[in-house]
């Protein structure tokens, strides 16, 4: 998939206000310094689509992209621990709940993993509620140039050998790198195909 346009539409912290048509959405979400901003400006080849920050947590808002006018990139807060006050976290948790559990246009979440680290108890209890809660979901790991190829091969092993302890079979999960544009065809590709069957099941 080549990315034509990439437009902001929308930040709101109520699913009542997010886009009303039927354009597919893709769900990005992860912790708080996982590198979401950095990723989704380089999946859609914008330097500042997304904003970046040294601080973690500065995305508190479901924020609403338009990619070739055919499906919405949707840029949610990040969990773990942002530093906003405990009232401000709980309130835009629930949103972020209620976007899940609401959201009909919703196709996939994809939940962002830094790669350099051993499974985090946070992350796979967030991956629980997805399954739990029947919403398809892929993982992307981010900063892979931080790691040898090796490395790379055994961290992701760590994690299929961690989620497999849960789950019978495993999501689809891809291996990133902003700075280095790794895996950027592969997460395009993925979408562009669930499009695809979409499509053609709206026309059957």
């Known amino acids: 998939m080549k990315i034509k346009s990439a437009e902001f539409v929308v930040s709101n912290s109520e699913v009542a206000k997010c886009p009303k048509n039927n354009m597919p959405e893709y769900a990005f979400i992860g ?91 946070i992350d796979l209890e967030f991956m629980q509620y997805l399954g739990e809660s029947e919403i398809p979901f892929g993982i992307i790991f981010t900063k892979a140039d931080k790691l040898k190829p090796k490395a790379i091969e055994r961290h992701v092993e760590d994690y299929c050998q961690e989620l497999l302890k849960f789950w019978e079979e495993l999501p689809p999960y891809f291996v990133t790198s902003s700075s280095k544009s790794i895996g950027k065809d592969d997460v395009l590709d993925f979408i562009s195909a669930t499009n695809d069957e979409i499509e053609q099941l709206r026309g059957a």
């Open 31 to 121: 912790r708080s310094n996982v590198g979401k901003s950095s990723l989704i400006n380089m999946l859609t080849d914008r330097k500042s689509l997304a904003k970046t920050s040294g601080r973690p947590g500065k995305t508190q808002l479901i924020n609403h992209f338009a990619i070739n006018d055919t499906w919405y990139l949707v840029d949610l807060p990040g969990y773990g621990y942002a530093r906003v006050s405990k009232t401000s976290k709980k309130k835009f948790q629930q949103f972020i709940t209620n976007y899940f559990e609401q959201r009909q246009q919703l196709v996939s979440a994809f939940v962002l993993v830094d790669i350099r680290h051993k499974p985090q108890p």
